[in-house]
């Protein structure tokens, strides 16, 4: 909910869905689903007799904690605050792109983004990845892709989005491999 800079990804095309799940973005952490559906379709699951049964099925506190995260949401503008700051993002990352020949794309839409490197004898996403753990990031990344994945929180500060872009061309700048052993899972 809101990681793309719009309420739910199918929103950035022309498609109007008859079914919706929500999960972890309802709830904030706290463990809630739903399913939202056009009218018409729920009324055929009602008439036909499905049931449906989970855990947290009519927990009051799961609507409760939804309810406020949805009202939060909306009253502090944190989807159009996300989006602003992922345009940030996604141009820090697009400088870094033209300026190290390492890196081939960036990607993205609000704080969903990627950075794809080009192949390289000794620097990978991996390379990249674990670098930036030594230096205190936790960033995601696709090794059979060569692909880093950033996913922050909408609320991250944008003098922290600096700091990594900042801690990241250092890294693509030496290309070297991490001094340490690890390798990837």
């Known amino acids: 909910m809101g ?7 199918f929103q950035h095309y022309d498609i109007q869905p008859d079914i919706v ?10 463990p809630v689903s739903a399913a939202a559906m056009r ?7 009602e008439a036909s007799g499905f049931r449906y049964a989970q855990s947290h099925q009519n927990d009051p506190l799961g609507c409760a904690v939804t ?3 949805i009202a939060v949401l909306q009253e502090e503008n944190w989807i159009e605050r996300g989006n602003e700051k992922g345009r940030h993002f996604l141009e820090g990352l697009e400088r870094l792109v033209e300026k190290y020949e390492i890196a081939k794309e960036a990607r993205g839409r609000g704080m969903l983004l990627a950075l794809e490197f080009n192949p390289h004898e000794s620097f990978t996403a991996s390379t990249a990845y674990f670098d930036l753990f030594e230096r205190g990031f936790l960033v995601g990344y696709y090794p059979t892709g060569n692909i880093l994945r950033f996913d922050p929180a909408l609320t991250i500060e ?19 491999q991490p001094d340490h052993d690890w390798r990837p899972l």
């Open 67 to 69: 309810k406020e995260v």
């Open 3 to 9: 990681r793309t800079g719009k309420w739910f990804g």
């Open 21 to 30: 799940a929500l999960g972890k973005g309802l709830g904030n952490g706290y």
């Open 39 to 45: 009218g018409e379709i729920a009324e055929k699951l």
């Open 158 to 176: 944008e003098e922290d989005i600096g700091l990594l872009l900042e801690n990241l061309g250092q890294i693509m700048k030496s290309g070297n």
